[in-house]
């Protein structure tokens, strides 16, 4: 039986969350594109296209799950909607913009991650896209947490840009599956099922793993953090099934 994502459904435990996972929407987990503004509330508006492999990825994280969207507050039902609902992805609150009162979006992410942290106990992973301000803020946000608690910073390398040193860039959700098993915090076997989520996505059409307006990072900045690509990371672990599966998913994506 397979999940909406591709993935191959299973049960969960219901299990205490791990960590407080905050996450954008936008170019994050759903394909917007909104360096083109006029046709981002649009897009928002009708385009249901989840990335291939990310729920399965957020279901194996086990997360206390916080969307933070600087898309309009009428658009939550249909974004429920399209993620958890029919996307597969865990139970999770959503956090949009008034767009009449809050009209600087860092302004509005900053004020709702330290929100959103205040009031959790648990460790901190945030995931986010290089296409408009998510590195800076999320480094920042991570600077005014206590040391460690944030455990890691994840950003989309849609546009290839340069990024900061802090982060963790990432192509697909498979590449997070392997940095989080170096860090001790998935297992082989639930970094697999995310890795096999993407190669079903990619092999059925079913989904997109990369945006249609991606652009290949330069060399330097691929890994800006210890990050890099699943495949090189896998190799680096020596773990022969993780890095059969990054190869796997290089082949599919050529």
Known sequence: MLSPDGGSARTLSAAAPAILLI????????????????????????????FGGMAALYREMNPALVFISASPRFLEGRLRRTLVERGGFPSARFVLRDWSAERDVVAFKNTHIAASCAA?????????????????????????????????????QNLGRALPSGVVPFRTAFDIAVHEHRQGRMSVAASLRVGTAVIEAVETRSRHVLPPFYRSAPRRDVGADSGGDGSRAAREIGEPALAQMAAAIETALR
Do not use: C, N
């Open 23 to 50: 996450s954008d929407v936008d170019d994050t987990v759903k394909i917007t594109h909104v360096t083109r503004r006029w046709k981002a509330a649009a897009r928002a508006l009708l385009r249901r296209t989840v």
């Open 120 to 156: 959790s106990p648990l460790p901190v992973v945030l995931v986010g896209d290089d296409t408009e301000h998510d590195p800076e803020v999320f480094l920042s946000a991570a600077t005014r947490q206590d040391p460690g608690r944030v455990l890691a910073i994840y950003i989309r």
